[in-house]
């Protein structure tokens, strides 16, 4: 069956079940032309992942070792430590960094030692934070997001030690946000028990540290897709939404779509390019994509690097769903 009509893959053949043709040609009868031109953009970006995958030989993957997934040039994902993977082609062409690095508070990470010393952890940072800042664009910027604190082995000033180093790498501060996570589990740390010997005082939220790299005003604007209710909304350094579940991620600590799509809409233009160099479950890069914007990720663990690309595509998968349910 050729489908659809007055399309790009109208000489493609679909294969879907009868249940589904009927549905497409039920709302394709209702929705009319401009439906089918919808459709026809849909699948053709399905068939055109599908062929991408296929071209992707092992002499492809010879030559680019690292790069383990290239959708059009607009999703990239890179296996490899951030500090060792050779990016000297993104230099100074990053317009924003979303990332949560390693919290070092004994998260299992697989390839990632969360348990090291605190001033080991420190170094860590100071040189991933060297790296990012070179691929930054002149007027790039990162959302960084990390805790408060941290109370395991003694309690650490997490947010204060991370962004004085970021400022001392060169980066230039600009705000903080607030993430009210809702769900996070209490941490109890209370010291001195219904005493005022030592007590401590603990806050069940994260931070989002806003940094840039010369100057906060983009010296070339693009094509902003945030609404008025969205700007209004976020401008407020309080941001309230849940977060994600491990168990339903598959990543010991991943942070929702919402918190990077967030970050996207209000920091950025469309086609900008989002970098994440540690990617995690992937979330960054689903952001990016559903905002039209290109998007790129490193991530050391080849566990998690076959869940991002598997959430991605799965995402892909379903917009084509999502056209043929609609109403």
Excluded at 106 to 117: F, G, K, L, V
Excluded at 120 to 132: Q, V
């Amino acid at each position: 069956m050729k489908y659809l009509k007055n399309g790009p893959v109208q000489e493609k053949r679909v294969r879907l079940s009868e249940k589904v043709l009927r549905a497409i040609e039920d709302i394709s009868a209702k929705k009319g032309e401009s439906f089918n031109l919808t459709i026809n953009k849909i699948l053709e970006n399905y068939f055109n992942l599908k062929e991408e995958n296929k071209v992707h030989s092992k002499d492809f993957y010879k030559e680019s070792p690292n790069l383990k997934f290239d959708y059009k040039n607009k999703i990239k994902i890179f296996e490899n430590d951030f500090l060792n993977v050779d990016l000297q082609s993104l230099r100074e062409k990053i317009n924003l960094i979303i990332t949560s690095p390693p919290y070092n508070v004994s998260i299992n990470y697989n390839m990632h030692d969360d348990t090291r010393s605190y001033q080991d952890y420190l170094n860590f940072s100071e040189k991933w934070l060297i790296k990012a800042y070179d691929l930054l664009a002149f007027d790039g910027r990162m959302c960084l997001n990390i805790p408060l604190d941290k109370n395991k082995n003694g309690l650490k000033s997490v947010y204060a030690d991370l962004v004085s180093i970021a400022k001392e790498v060169g980066f230039k501060y600009q705000s903080t946000i607030i993430w009210n996570e809702q769900n996070i589990s209490r941490r109890t740390a209370w010291g001195s028990w219904l005493s005022a010997s030592a007590p401590y005082v603990i806050a069940p939220v994260e931070t989002i540290v806003v940094l840039y790299k010369n100057q906060w005003k983009r010296k070339n604007k693009g094509t902003s897709t945030i609404k008025k209710d969205e700007f209004i909304d976020w401008t407020n350094g309080v941001w309230t939404f849940s977060g994600e579940k491990r168990t339903k991620i598959g990543h010991p600590a991943p942070f929702p779509v919402e918190l990077p799509r967030r970050c996207i809409k209000l920091f950025s233009f469309k086609e900008d390019v989002v970098f994440d160099p540690f990617l995690g479950s992937g979330s960054t890069l689903i952001a990016a994509y559903e905002e039209g914007r290109i998007g790129i990720g490193v991530e050391i663990d080849p566990t998690y690097v076959e869940l991002s690309i598997k959430r991605i595509k799965d995402h892909l998968k379903a917009e084509i769903e999502e056209i043929l349910t609609a109403k």
